[in-house]
């Protein structure tokens, strides 16, 4: 695997929208190439290079690829959009949409990731190591195909909003989440070590949400069914189950009506 | 400036003058098409030497301008992802895939070769909507069809009889609204609905009304007639889209037996029947669904007084919209995706809803199958129509792809093969037997001279005989030689030339120029009526939110050129 290191060198003055970093458009290009590649300050259209050293060449494929970003990528969007192979690690805090519509591959966020990271995931591995921001493993704005796929782990806290119309994958949060956690779900399942707030599983058909600690106020579309003892990313321990949202429409499979499941430990 | 022009040596293919493939020139002076001769030697020289030479198409039914294509824009940002383009030198920065901007509308119906649209349903209401939107879309020729299927009016005349009010009415509302033709969506059912009830069949009574929809739809067409309207009655029928509907079809195409057309248009034809695939289905429930497109196709071909146009589905992602508020509410209710709906007081309803038109799902596949057979079993290409009911059965950006598919049996026989279930599709349907290729000829047919005629606009469009208005498309593919059904669509969707009005507007398939276009609406003239206009100021203090001061489409909302078509029915 070839090894690509871009560092900030010059901040935007406006928002960089630099979704050209990802190992599939950089396959194949040596370190000039790359930095002539285009990106976004504004409505202008500029490159690479006039913000960022690029230091080291591509491998031949995105699968042989892994980009370090070193420097303030603070108010930089789009890192790792649509990546479908090979690895991108960011040393320290991103803007939005970081690993958006992620199809495959590893993306590791060593700071914070503002909102919509890993929105439209299909597939692949996210790690954010600081905090998320809200609309983490969401839907595009509009859209009833939320996070389809893989994995998104975040070490700290999430915010709002997370794994809206989630139909498939995993997240886990290993800190605290906001109000509105998988609403509209259809499938996937969230994982919550520390606190949620409110509206847990809104308008949820199918899908799971395990809650390990407190949840100031539970929906009241959640109906009680049994205690169960769970494995969960680790720890074994005793779940209430609920299901949920009683409000929203239920499918029916092999003959039994299917709900969402909100786990919460005892 | 360059007024004429002498477009030479291209394979002409115009139904209007009959000529099949023939090299020919056409010559083009002061916005019009005239004898080659007339044209001095000063004429631009568009070298079409090898290429397609056709008129510019004329579309019949979109949806493509209005409150419901706007919320369908607002409500869907899904549908702009990643589809923006910045603005270029003759064109500005357009978007959308199933509904796009205003500006896109223009460029990727004249990149196609189209000049001439009409926007399928305009609720009264909302008709200065209609046409800010209208003149914000460049380049084409557009009018808008309000609908009076369910209109509290015409159903009163109706029910009485009153055909000579109810053309009263329908002459000051075209006035008011500017609109173009008589539409009507699910007759009598959309009222229905406000009730919680619908029409499912012809002779289902709307509540309170007590008239049913073939009351209406006879009552329409026949005021159509008095009145002697370019267009003929444009209707979408009951019981859109469900198993066993083409009975409901038939009832429907029926009433046109025994209606003379009565107009000054050239137009010999009373209903027309739109996207009538969604109304061929045979079957009982989506297990036993099947195509009815022969049945529907045989009466359609004896009765020559009706035009239909196909609803082709592309197999897209695309957003349903329609004034058949039931419809989209039970299309919401099967794929429980998003749901608009809106209620327009005494006009009308509408409803939006997206749908995805999988090639894994065998009743989309069947769709698909239909719309396709409509076109192949038609025996008078001038009365049936290539559409997709945009975006309705697809967007419009597809019709080049629908093209190579009807043209080229080859290109359907891959499309079955690599169905998921093209064993039970190929059962289902007629498709698969079918071995006829439109041509050329044909295909200028159903997108050119057949529409115009039955718009009562063949004096202007869809020809290239001299008087005509200069609106020629010049496509990349030569009929002498041998061709792969991809090549029609490439053709097909990126013209060499294109002019409309005698202006050039694509050249090499990109947008030169926004144009000249006009809004086309009928002024119809009728005698003094004291009644009906005493039951509009009347509704209008009793019923109506607005007065109608507010309700007129007045100048500030008009294009700046527009085509205003004059009908005399006063006695």
Known sequence: METVTVTMKTQPVLFLEADNISPDAFAGKTAADIASLHAYEGREQTTLGKYFDVSGDAGATAADTRIVVKGDVSRVKYIGMKMSAGEVVIEKDADMYVGAWMQGGKLIAKG???????????????????????????????????????????????????????????????????????THAEGGRVIIKG??????????????????????VMMPGFKFVKDEELEIDGTTAKFSLFHGDLGERHPKRKGQIVYGKLYQKI | MTTEYIIKNGFVFDPVQGIKGDKADVAVKDGKIVKSTEVSSKAKVIDAAGKTVMAGAVEIHAHIAGPKVNEGRNYRPEDKLFTYTPKKKGSRMAGGFSIPTTFKTGYEYAKMGYTTCMEAAMPPLFARHVHEE???????????YPVFGNNWFVMEYLKNGEIENAAAYVAWLLNSTKGYAVKVVNPGGTEAWGWGLNCLTVNDPVPYFDITPAEIMTGLMKTNEYLGLPHSMHVHQNSLGNPGNYTVTLDSLK??????????????????????????????????????????????????????????VTLDETTTMTADGPFEHHLTELNHLKWANVD?????????????????????????AIGLEIALMTKDPMRTFITTDHPNAGPFIRYPRIFSWLMSAEARRDRIESFKHSAKMVEATHLAGMDREISLYE????????????????????????????????????????????????????????????TPVVIDGEIVSNGNKRTIWVNAKVNENPQVMRDIKEKFL???S????????????????PRVIEVDATT
């Open chain 2, 344 to 368: 327009v007081e005494l006009e009308t309803a509408a409803g939006i809803v997206p749908y995805v038109y999988s090639p894994d799902i065998k009743v989309c596949e069947i769709q698909w």
């Open chain 1, 195 to 216: 606190n949620a707030k409110s509206k847990v599983g809104g308008q949820m058909v199918e899908g799971e949400i395990v809650v390990f600690g407190g949840i100031d």
């Open chain 2, 134 to 144: 209208i003149k914000d879309t460049p380049i084409i020729d557009e009018g808008a």
């Open chain 2, 255 to 312: 009433l046109a037996e025994g209606i003379k057309a009565k107009n000054t248009f050239g137009r010999e034809t009373v209903l027309h029947s739109t996207h009538i695939q969604f109304h061929s289905y045979g079957g009982d429930n989506w297990g036993n669904f099947e195509s009815k497109s022969k049945e529907v196709m045989d009466y359609v071909n004896r009765q020559k007084n009706i035009t239909v146009d196909t609803g082709c």
């Open chain 2, 546 to 561: 607005v007065t109608q001061g507010n309700y007129d489409v007045t100048k500030h909302f008009l294009s700046g050129n």
């Open chain 1, 112 to 182: 914070s990731v503002d909102a919509f990271a890993g929105i439209g995931m299909k597939g692949g591995e996210l790690l954010i190591e600081g905090n998320a921001g809200n609309y983490l493993g969401a839907a595009y704005r509009g859209d009833w195909r939320g996070m389809q796929g893989g994995l998104i782990r975040v070490k700290g806290n999430a915010g709002s909003d997370i794994a809206y119309f989630m139909n498939g994958g995993t997240i886990i949060v290993e800190g605290d989440v906001d109000v509105h956690v998988a």
């Open chain 2, 443 to 502: 295909l200028a047919q159903m997108t050119r001279a057949g529409p115009a005629k039955s718009l009562g606009l063949a004096s202007v469009y869809g020809g290239l005989a001299p008087g005509m208005d200069a609106d020629v498309a010049v496509y990349n593919f030569n009929p002498e030689k041998s061709y792969k059904p991809a090549e029609i669509e490439k053709a097909f969707s990126a013209a060499a030339f294109v002019m409309k009005t005698g």
């Open chain 2, 542 to 544: 009793k019923y109506y």
